[in-house]
């Protein structure tokens, strides 16, 4: 499985360095955009269980993403490269096409009521739909996490945890604060909504 | 007929020229809007037809003087319209109302203006907002301000709007500050003698706080009173402002904030690079009393952590007319719970501070939580009134109720601390220090008077706070500044095994004791309202909206709103008809059931 996912990744990042000057030569929002599906979906259903959706995800965090990206903010090898290269008026067109987007559908399961249940517990205690709101649709720079891709929910909330992603320390301390096993039924639920 | 006449008499009152009577017309003919005047502000607080300040009057006493609802009537309370708007998210809008036009907000900055009788739509303001807009606690927005023919609204995207009152049509619009730095608005702006007066959110998210001034007409930076001063050390203090130990490590402190002086190699290179010296300047106060000294030296990089220890202002300031002096209070420093990073007292954040209206300088303040590390900020809006002194003298004092469960008496000509009320919930274990693992202190960070304005009774001496109880456990955790991102030095969480609920107290502010108290079901935000009929109006999470009778507690009404009534109530008169306005949206804070409600009740 780690393997596979491996390969995939390689050889995505590969097309990407080719794509990368291609990107930044682009003249047309399209041909800006047509880089990022080949990891994140030509219909927004992202290549691979580890890489977000993008479509329809708010534009304020999308592009605070890229910029972090840009910045280094943010690690991940793939991201920084393609990043790199953008300016921020880039930074700012993308996030809006995307934002504008609608939300793909991946079809993953529903939680099981006991996760439910322990989420909502989980939820109530530290309050994540104060910020990303009712039914977890995020609004401005607080992302949606309804229906993103389960592996990879579980991929960023380990690494929010690890303080490996660095570029929320607000979301690093909550998810500190939130003891593993109610994380996990966190990211089950919120896949499944 | 009755009705255009009154509508000319208003309007040949207020000097306006006919032809502005006409234009009005696709208004509904009892939704017609006169110029609010100068003077029409001034003597709100005597208004028994509108309500024109988001907290009654420029003292925002939220007293209101009409009795025709009272004690003995409010039974027959019921609904006279329902307003539905097209945001179900939480509702935190004051509702203002001017000659029988209504003015609310939603979450996301929109804005409705309606017919006050009917509830009937008259325009739909929403805002484009910029990609950039953050939050704490919800997108929530609580209200407008009017002046003129003017309505001003702050946008969470950090925008100042000034829009036509008859058209909702944007006049001007003005950056307040950089969103993309963790600035938003959330907070009603307040206007008198042609200046808007608003400060900022973002005390989450390392910013540095400020409350500014712009021309009404405009929408030109007047001044800025940045809350954060360049030295913001401090006295040291060991104690908040009842006497209690903070436990504060001031040598550590004191040790951190040497070496952020010690200029790096970086610091020097950049020193000889900028000589000319509009550079920052950090003033080092180290005992009490002393004067700042001031070296020309840049400060070292390490040290202007003015720049992010944050100081939003969630509330309106008290207007003093007489003095021309305004009062507000300062929210927590930033980052909420980890004080590593910010050695001193954190001057003027968890502050009543004054400052002169006309020029924005600084006149007066009183810290009630130096080097706060539980986000205990001061974010309820204060409220002038005459109260007693120590020796009993009636002075000209400042009320505001605190996250602790204490309303603080203060007196209004040097902001010193006349005295403190009882507690109004439990508090155990202050200050314990967060720890890694999590501390329990009660209140928790949700706790005692959050944002939600006092309402008073001048005659009765009484100030009605509404109160949260919601035990919590503080935790800690280290790391750098962000750009503008969420940056809580740990967290505050909820106990969930531990009883939760809420309460209305009346305190008597020239005494401090507690006169009533009524427990409810769950903690309570978003305020209250009194009134001369003798009665107190307040709402809960679980959507019951209540009539008290304000001199014993007792209740004597009650509404279920299908969402939670988590705004403060306002009160006006159409045609010779008092009404109680609400808005029932829930709570995003506090997850309240939400609603997209506007509830206009009156007696029949």
Do not use: M
């Given at each position: 499985m780690a393997v596979r996912r491996f390969t995939a990744c390689v050889s995505a990042a590969v097309l990407v360095w080719a794509g990368v000057s291609a990107a930044a030569r682009a003249d047309t929002i399209d041909e800006k955009a047509a880089v990022c599906?080949?990891?994140?979906?030509?219909?927004?259903?992202?290549?691979?269980?580890n890489i977000p959706i993008i479509?329809?995800?708010?534009e304020g965090y999308l592009y605070l993403q890229l910029r972090d990206f840009k910045k280094g903010a943010r690690k991940n090898e793939i991201m920084n490269g393609i990043a790199e290269s953008l300016e921020k008026d880039d930074m700012k067109e993308l996030a809006a096409y995307f934002a504008a987007k609608p939300w793909p559908n991946l079809n993953q399961a529903s939680a099981s009521d006991a996760d439910v249940l322990q989420a909502k517990t989980a939820n109530s205690a530290v309050?994540?739909?104060?910020?990303?709101?009712d039914r977890f649709q995020g609004t401005g720079t607080v992302p949606r996490l309804?229906?993103?891709s389960h592996d990879y929910l579980a991929k960023t909330l380990a690494e929010f945890r690890s303080g490996?992603?660095?570029?929320?320390p607000g979301m690093t301390s909550l998810a500190q604060a939130t003891p593993e096993p109610d994380l996990k039924a966190m990211e089950a639920y919120l896949a499944g909504l | 007929m009755k009705n255009l006449v009154t509508a000319l008499l208003c309007s040949a009152a207020l000097g306006l020229p006919a032809v502005q009577a006409q234009e009005i017309?696709?208004?509904?003919r009892y939704g017609d809007l006169s110029t609010v005047s100068q003077d029409m502000l001034n003597r709100a607080a005597s208004?028994?037809?509108?309500?024109?300040?988001t907290n009654g009057d420029y003292n925002q006493?939220?007293?209101?003087?009409?009795?025709?609802?009272n004690t003995t009537n409010v039974?027959?309370?019921?609904?006279?319209w329902i307003f539905q708007t097209e945001v179900k998210e939480s509702l935190e809008t004051s509702p203002i109302v001017v000659n029988g036009t209504m003015f609310v907000t939603t979450s996301f900055s929109q804005v409705y203006a309606l017919?006050?009788?009917?509830?009937?739509?008259l325009w739909h303001y929403v805002p484009k907002m910029g990609p950039i807009t953050t939050f704490?606690?919800?997108?929530?927005n609580r209200g407008v301000a009017v002046s003129d023919n003017m309505v001003y609204l702050g946008t969470l995207d950090s925008q100042l709007v000034a829009l036509d009152?008859?058209?909702?049509?944007?006049m001007w619009k003005t950056e307040i500050?950089?969103?993309?730095?963790?600035y938003s608005e959330t907070m009603a702006p307040t206007v008198v003698d042609n200046k808007v007066l608003i400060g900022t959110n973002g005390g989450e998210y390392g910013i540095r706080g400020f409350m500014k001034a712009f021309d009404?007409?405009?929408?030109?930076?007047?001044w800025t009173f940045n809350t954060?001063?360049?030295?913001?050390?401090?006295?040291?203090?060991?104690?908040?402002?009842?006497?209690?130990?903070?436990?504060?490590d001031i040598a550590a402190e004191k040790a951190t904030l040497a070496a952020m002086l010690q200029p790096t190699a970086a610091d020097q290179k950049q020193k000889s690079g900028a000589a000319d010296s509009a550079a920052k300047v950090v003033p080092v106060v180290d005992k009490p009393g002393a004067t700042p000294s001031t070296s020309a030296a840049p400060a070292p990089k390490a040290a202007q952590f003015y720049k992010t220890l944050g100081g939003g202002i969630w509330q309106n300031p008290a207007v003093d007319l007489e003095t021309r002096r305004i009062y507000f209070v300062v929210g927590n420093p930033?980052?909420?719970?980890?004080g590593s990073q910010r050695p001193g007292d954190?001057?003027?954040?968890d502050s009543l501070v004054s400052l002169d209206?006309?020029?924005?300088?600084y006149v007066c303040h009183l810290q009630y939580?130096?080097?706060?590390?539980?986000?205990?900020?001061?974010v309820s809006p204060p409220v002038i009134t005459k109260v007693a002194d120590k020796d009993g003298k009636p002075i000209k004092g400042v009320l505001h109720a605190g996250k602790t469960g204490y309303v603080y008496v203060h007196?209004?000509?040097?902001?010193?601390?006349v005295r403190y009320s009882e507690p109004m919930v439990p508090q155990e274990n202050m200050w314990t220090l967060p720890t890694k693992e999590g501390a329990r202190m009660l209140?928790?960070?949700?706790?005692?008077?959050?944002?939600s304005p006092l309402a008073t009774d001048p005659n009765r001496g009484l100030a009605y706070a509404i109160n949260l109880h919601q035990p919590m456990t503080y935790q800690v955790q280290n790391s750098p500044y962000?750009?503008?991102?969420?940056?809580?030095g740990g967290a505050f969480k909820v106990i969930p095994s531990e009883e939760q609920w809420g309460n209305i107290t009346a305190v008597d502010y020239n005494t401090g004791k507690i006169r009533w108290q009524v427990k409810t079901a769950q903690p309570m935000i978003g305020g209250i309202l009194a009134t001369a009929g003798g009665l107190i109006f307040a709402g809960e999470g679980n959507g019951l909206f209540k009539a008290y009778d304000?001199?014993?507690?007792?209740?004597?009404w009650s509404f279920q709103a299908?969402?939670?009534?988590?705004a403060p109530p306002s009160s006006y008169s159409v045609e010779g008809k008092q009404y109680i306005v609400v808005g029932a949206g829930g709570n995003t804070q506090l997850d309240y059931k939400r609603g997209n409600s506007i509830i206009a009740f009156t007696v029949d």
């Open positions: 599906s080949s990891c994140h979906g030509e219909k927004g259903v992202p290549t691979d269980k479509w329809g995800q708010q309050g994540c739909s104060a910020c990303h709101l309804s229906g993103q490996e992603r660095a570029n929320n | 017309k696709s208004a509904s208004d028994s037809q509108n309500f024109l300040q006493q939220r007293y209101y003087p009409n009795r025709q609802i039974s027959k309370l019921r609904p006279a017919n006050a009788r009917t509830g009937e739509e704490c606690c919800g997108p929530n009152a008859r058209s909702g049509k944007v500050a950089d969103p993309e730095e963790g009404a007409k405009t929408g030109k930076l007047i954060v001063p360049e030295n913001s050390v401090g006295v040291w203090a060991e104690k908040d402002a009842t006497g209690k130990d903070l436990h504060r930033s980052p909420d719970l980890d954190n001057l003027y954040t209206l006309d020029t924005g300088k939580i130096p080097h706060d590390v539980w986000d205990f900020d001061a007196d209004a000509k040097d902001c010193s601390l209140p928790g960070a949700n706790g005692g008077v959050e944002w962000p750009d503008g991102k969420l940056w809580l304000s001199e014993s507690g007792s209740p004597l299908g969402a939670g009534v988590n």
